[in-house]
């Protein structure tokens, strides 16, 4: 590798990140020893997964009140777990932490970074940052962040993560020279405050080595990355109730709302614009919901029958008392939260509500 030594380029990144770090609530004060709560590391850095440390941060809090050790995690009923989740997105990494909490609890932490990469959800990147910020072992942790710091101090071209393996062989002595866990946290620092997609290399300690800057070319290394367009859906949202409970759709084991209960939905093409609807029906205005692959043009209705019908497996009937416990994404908490508001009534007269729900939820898919 024709790169200079990172020992000697990352020198001035250690004692930056002692000046400035973050108070954390994950984060030890004694950067070099091993960390005095491993478990309390890996929980967070699979909340940090695709999610900023703002959000993170009372997340973070809230669950290790509750789940305060592996063993507690991995005793946890799944919708406990879902719930205290709620909100936050990517469900499955709730999932695989309480897999890797339930590994963790019956067979102690793993000895080295394959035994962590075998836990379940632990990439190479979150794998390699347990080890570094838990255990103080030498693994290079490249994020989104790490990938940015090093492409602009070695100016490399294209996309840096073809040359992850090389970049992990050059950082793993800086590691050990300047210490594995203040060194890996110090690049995640510098990326997320300083070298961002618009970097602000005036206050950034690597400025005076890194390739990018002198070269002027920070703005084009590395590439912006181009994302495929969303898919555009148009749903119907339905809260439909009788006997005081609701129509739920039961947690699926797989998909992005995994584990979630959901409202049944129901495509508006299947059921024309200009069509009759039941006089008892509740209508408010709707709104987009976005998510990473769509854009769901959402419009939430209630329909109240007097009493339950018979209804197809994935869906159950729950009684309204106990809505507000079940774990749900955001799209169905926000039509969780309008059931309590005023809504709209159509004035046309239709066919019998429970025709038309029967109808909707036929062809009421399993969501997003």
């Given amino acids: 590798m024709p790169w200079p030594p990172a020992s000697e380029l990352l020198a001035p990144l250690a004692p930056w990140f002692d000046q400035v770090r973050r108070d954390l609530p994950w984060r030890a004060a004694d950067l070099d020893a091993p960390h005095p709560d491993p478990y309390a590391v890996l929980v967070s850095e699979v909340m940090l997964q695709q999610t900023q440390v703002a959000t993170v941060v009372p997340y973070f809090e809230r669950w290790m009140a509750r789940f305060p050790t592996a063993t507690a995690l991995a005793a946890a009923p799944d919708d406990a777990i879902h719930k205290a989740w709620e909100g936050l ?72 993560k073809p040359h992850a393996a090389a970049l992990r062989a050059w950082l793993a002595p800086g590691l050990t020279v300047h210490g594995p866990s203040r060194l890996t946290q110090a690049l995640m620092e510098l990326g997320a405050t300083h070298c961002t997609p618009a970097p602000e290399c005036a206050a950034c300690p690597l400025a005076a080595a890194c390739a990018a800057h002198r070269a002027d070319r920070t703005g084009e290394i590395p590439p912006p990355r181009t994302r495929p367009r969303p898919r555009e859906v148009a749903l119907w949202l339905l809260a439909v109730e009788a006997e005081g409970h609701v129509l739920l759709q039961t947690p699926s084991g797989k998909g992005l709302l995994a584990g979630l209960w959901r409202w049944p939905t ?32 959402v419009r939430p209705l209630h329909v109240t029958l007097p009493t339950r019908f018979q209804v197809q497996d994935g869906l159950r009937w729950v009684p309204r008392a106990k809505l507000a416990v079940l774990p749900m994404g ?39």
């Avoid at 999932?95 to 000895?111: E, I, N, Q, Y």
């Fill in 266 to 297: 129901a495509d508006p093409e299947n059921h024309p614009a200009d069509c009759a609807l039941p006089r008892d029906l509740m209508a408010w205005p709707g709104w987009t919901q976005v998510y990473t692959h769509r854009r769901e043009a």
């Fill in 89 to 160: 997105g990517y469900y499955r990494r709730a999932r695989f932490l309480k897999a890797a909490a339930t590994s963790v609890a019956a067979h102690d932490w793993p000895g080295d970074l394959d035994g962590l990469a075998a836990l379940p959800g632990l990439g190479p990147y979150t794998a390699a940052a347990v080890g570094a910020i838990a255990f103080q072992w030498p693994t290079p942790a490249l994020d989104g962040n790490a990938f940015r710091v090093l492409a602009r101090l070695l100016a490399l071209e294209g996309d840096p």
């Fill in 330 to 368: 955001r799209r169905d908490q926000r039509l969780r939260s309008l059931l309590g508001l005023p809504g709209g009534t159509p004035l046309m007269e239709g066919p019998d509500p429970a025709d038309l729900v029967a109808a909707l939820t036929r062809d009421a898919g399993p969501g997003t």
